[in-house]
């Protein structure tokens, strides 16, 4: 999938953190195929990292595609630098 779309999601804190890096991550919110709850995603570390402003289970509009690395594992991808929508 190479087109990029508006897709809605949250932060969360993974039940098991191994192999992942930081505590708090972002996932797509579900009902929103091909874009999968259980998918990792790539954007703005401030997202994840500044709790203070945006707490766990916080809610975003993002735009972003699937791509992979390497043919690896698919996972979202937006640019961290492209503006982010915090839902209510």
């Not at 259980?38 to 203070?52: D, F, G, I, Q």
């Not at 791509?67 to 961290?80: E, L, V």
């Amino acid at each position: 999938m190479k087109e990029y779309s508006e897709i809605d999601v949250e932060s969360f804190e993974p039940a098991s953190t191994a192999g992942l890096h930081g505590k708090v991550h972002i996932r797509p919110l579900p009902g929103q195929y091909p874009y999968l709850p259980e998918m990792h995603v790539s954007c703005s570390k401030e997202l994840t990292e500044k709790t203070a402003i945006y707490p766990v289970a916080s809610k975003f509009r993002i735009l972003a595609k699937i791509t992979s690395r390497n043919g690896g594992k698919k996972y979202i991808y937006t640019h961290p630098k492209w503006r982010v929508i915090e839902l209510s």
